[in-house]
């Protein structure tokens, strides 16, 4: 198993990335932005909770989101590993995911870091408000999920950093040329001959 955690802030290219890896190589992939938002379209009583925190661009509680990415987890099988993008998004998530994935015998391969620049995910934030309309894609919001990306998640970007696990990917390219990238680092990771 290669569990390998996709970092950066709003609008890095976390999902973009991992839904290619996903599909090149067989990876699960767990975004728990994506688990939330269809506990959202499903009415459920967390998505009902959801809905008022993400619209506002805050965090949903660890004590709701730990034990919710350790039962997706629990169920996956039968793939060459998991992709967590969006998790973990504060220091007691990263703790808590490094010690259990730890003791299940299948710890983390890496943590992926997409660098990029505010000026450059503000724009696709601000794109994707157009095409798509998320809720949490408005100038006000972003700038909450900003702070609080800063204040909380970077610490987490520290931790693994610290530990000598970050993998930095330059990420203000097209889709193509960061893939490329990260893409090389997988393959050689998983010991994959490059073509
Ligand atoms: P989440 O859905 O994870 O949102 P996010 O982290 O703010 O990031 P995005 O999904 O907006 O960006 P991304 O990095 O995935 O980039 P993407 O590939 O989509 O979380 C939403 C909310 O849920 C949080 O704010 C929080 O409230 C809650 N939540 C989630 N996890 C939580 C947790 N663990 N704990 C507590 N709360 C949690 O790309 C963005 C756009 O740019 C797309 O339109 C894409 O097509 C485009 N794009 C991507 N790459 C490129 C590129 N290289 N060039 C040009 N355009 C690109
Ligand atoms: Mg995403």
Redesign the pocket.
């Known amino acids: 198993m290669n569990n390998i955690i996709v970092m950066?802030?709003?609008?890095?290219?976390?999902?973009?990335?991992c839904a290619a890896l996903a599909k090149e190589f067989g990876f699960a992939h767990l975004?728990?932005?994506?688990v939330?938002?269809a506990e959202q379209a499903a009415g459920t009583k967390l998505g009902l909770m959801?809905k008022r925190?993400?619209e506002a661009?805050?965090?949903?509680p660890?004590h709701i989101?730990i034990p919710l990415?350790k039962e997706v987890v629990v169920k996956s099988t039968n793939t060459v590993g998991t992709l967590f993008?969006?998790?973990?998004?504060?220091k007691e998530?990263a703790k808590q995911l490094h010690v259990f994935l730890y003791q299940r015998k299948q710890p983390i391969s890496a943590v992926i870091f997409?660098d990029v620049s505010k000026k450059v995910a503000v724009e696709?934030?601000l794109?994707?408000a157009q095409?798509?309309g998320?809720a949490?894609?408005t100038e006000e919001v972003i700038s909450n999920?900003w702070g609080?990306y800063n204040s909380k998640t970077m610490p987490v970007v520290s931790y693994f950093s610290k530990l000598g696990m970050i993998k930095p990917v330059p990420?203000d390219?097209?889709?193509e040329?960061?893939y490329e990238q990260v893409r090389g680092f997988v393959k050689e990771m998983l010991n994959v001959v490059a073509e």
């Open positions: 950066g802030m709003p609008a890095a290219g976390k999902g973009t990335v975004s728990t932005g994506e939330l938002r959801a925190l993400i661009g805050n965090f949903m660890d989101m990415v993008d969006g998790f973990p998004r504060t998530q997409l696709r934030l794109k994707r095409t798509e998320r949490d894609d999920r609080h990420a390219g097209t889709p040329e960061v």
